[in-house]
């Protein structure tokens, strides 16, 4: 089924679990600030969270874009 034609519920659904992974993330980042576990953990954490948000941005732009027609 096209993103287009998804439920309200699921876009509600689809950020639900995005805010937990994003909070999930920064959360490790927070944590592993004692323990150093050195640039390349911190700077992929980072990227995975600057997808997430990217990823549910695409997703919902298609789905607005769809009910306009």
Excluded: D, F, N, Y
Aim: charged fraction near 10%.
């Amino acid at each position: 089924m096209a993103i287009r034609k998804w439920h309200v519920g699921k876009i509600i659904l689809l950020w639900a679990w995005g805010v937990v992974l994003c909070a999930i993330i920064v959360l490790t980042i927070i944590g592993t600030k004692e323990w150093s576990p050195g640039p390349g953990l911190g700077l992929m954490l980072i990227l995975t969270l600057l997808t997430i948000l990217t990823a549910l941005s695409v997703i919902t732009w298609k789905w607005l874009g769809g009910k306009e027609q």
